[in-house]
């Protein structure tokens, strides 16, 4: 069966209250409904906007989702949030591992492998991001840092749990940064994740998982990226943040 592309925004620490839900209605109101084939449309707004951008959004087109969450299920974790917390404003996904977490945060392989159990375990869809640092590229390690970032973050996840997991391939040098992977280095990237699922699962799970691509996705290079075999949506970031650029990334899906 053809993977559905995701097209997702990840807001980052951008927004307020007010910009936010002006943002998610300018999405909704040109969004194909629910029901609609075409790619799947997903905003994971700062946390705090959560609830705002819910009401916006019910019901339409246009999914929910968080940057990131806490592993444990309640409790004495100043400042966290937990899973249910999350089901409970309406989120479908979250976004776990992304490389600001992990290279700014702090947020090691084990971190994130405990964030994807907790996130399964509720019932919610991840996003796990994985990419290789611009001085790991050039040093020809892209592909061991992909595979033991796979290998570490995936640890102990059923065959059955992953057909529903997504993996956002982000290059860290094209984050933010205008430098986009071309479609041949994504591509590259992209099948080999899906050997990687092959051989710890099977060919059936391979072709199930989506995998999307994230880096300086803009309106101009969406649809070159998006037509490569393995690339399954993408992750944007700031691109998300203006309705017009975002709705002609969806349109080149
Ligand atoms: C991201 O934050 O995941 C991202 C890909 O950002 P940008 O599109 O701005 O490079």
Known sequence: MARRPLIAGNWKMNM?????????????AKAPKASDSGPEILICPP??????????????????????VYHEDKGAFTGEVSTAMLRDVGCDYVILGHSERRNILGE?????????????????????????????????????????QFEGSFAGVTAEQMMGVVIAYEPVWAIGTGQVATPEQAEEVHADLRKLIASRYNAEVAEAVR?????SVKPDNAATLLAQPNIDGALVGNASLVADSFQAIIAAA
């Open 16 to 28: 307020d209250r007010l910009s936010s839900v002006e943002l998610a209605e300018a999405l909704v």
């Open 47 to 68: 946390l705090v906007y959560l609830d705002v951008v819910e009401k916006a959004v019910r019901n339409t087109g246009v999914a929910l989702g968080a940057q990131n």
């Open 108 to 148: 090691t392989n084990e971190v994130v492998n405990r964030k994807l159990h907790a996130v399964l375990r509720a019932g919610l869809s991840p996003i796990l991001c994985v990419g290789e640092l611009l001085e790991q590229r050039q040093a020809g390690q892209t592909q061991d840092v992909i595979r033991s």
């Open 211 to 215: 995998i999307q691509y994230g880096g």
